[in-house]
């Protein structure tokens, strides 16, 4: 008797549910991409430096200075809400908007505020950097003609050298748009 569970010689396509999920609905906020590996490394970067701060903190709790310790492990604890913040940065959609996360702040709108999501072609940061090079951005523009802050680029850390998937996520959130601001 095969174990199938534990062989990688099947193919998984064939079992695939097109069925959505049950706690997939359109009420529920979403990032309609993946975050890129720049994201996630970073993150996991901070991540690592957040648990040697932790297990500075117990060796300074051991020694008896309770109140470094104390300090170490609040700095433990930023870097790790830092990382996390950093993970969640992006364009998140729902039923009832439209939400920018960025690393300090979040924008909501709600579908009847977004005039038009739309790729542009224009001069983008290059990993939120300074630098500037032509790239394409997602735009989104409200009824009196202002623009959101321009976070979705096919330059930032999410699509570095991933264009298909800068593309297939624009794709994704200008049918949101489409569909829920009616």
Same mark, same amino acid.
Request: aromatic share 6%.
């Given at each position: 008797?095969?174990? #199938?569970?534990? @062989?990688?010689?099947?193919?998984?396509?064939?079992?695939?549910?097109?069925?959505?999920?049950?706690?997939?609905?359109?009420?529920?906020?979403?990032?309609?991409?993946?975050?890129?590996?720049?994201?996630?490394?970073?993150?996991?970067?901070?991540?690592?430096?957040?648990?040697?701060?932790?297990?500075?903190? *117990?060796?300074?709790?051991?020694?008896?200075?309770?109140?470094?310790?104390? *300090?170490?492990?609040?700095?433990?604890?930023?870097?790790?809400?830092?990382?996390?913040?950093?993970?969640?940065?992006?364009?998140?959609?729902?039923?009832?908007?439209?939400?920018?996360?960025?690393?300090?702040? @979040?924008?909501?709108?709600?579908?009847?505020?977004?005039?038009?999501?739309? #790729?542009?072609?224009?001069? *983008?940061?290059?990993?939120?950097?300074?630098? @500037?090079?032509?790239?394409?951005?997602?735009?989104?523009?409200?009824?009196?003609?202002?623009?959101?802050? #321009?976070?979705? #680029?096919?330059?930032?850390?999410?699509?570095?050298?991933?264009?298909?998937?800068?593309?297939?996520?624009?794709?994704?959130?200008?049918?949101?748009?489409?569909?829920?601001?009616?």
């Amino acid at each position: 008797m095969p174990l #199938t569970f534990l @062989t990688a010689d099947r193919d998984l396509d064939d079992q695939a549910v097109e069925a959505p999920l049950p706690h997939a609905g359109p009420d529920r906020w979403r990032r309609p991409y993946r975050p890129g590996p720049g994201r996630v490394g970073a993150a996991a970067v901070l991540l690592l430096l957040a648990s040697f701060v932790l297990l500075s903190a *117990v060796i300074i709790a051991a020694a008896g200075a309770l109140s470094a310790a104390a *300090v170490c492990a609040g700095v433990a604890v930023l870097i790790i809400g830092f990382a996390l913040r950093h993970l969640r940065v992006g364009m998140w959609v729902s039923a009832h908007g439209l939400r920018q996360v960025e690393l300090v702040r @979040t924008t909501t709108l709600r579908w009847s505020e977004v005039a038009a999501v739309r #790729t542009s072609q224009r001069p *983008v940061r290059w990993l939120g950097l300074p630098r @500037t090079v032509q790239g394409q951005a997602l735009v989104v523009e409200r009824p009196g003609g202002a623009t959101l802050r #321009t976070l979705v #680029t096919d330059h930032n850390g999410d699509f570095l050298a991933r264009p298909e998937a800068f593309e297939r996520a624009a794709d994704v959130l200008e049918a949101w748009a489409a569909e829920y601001r009616r």
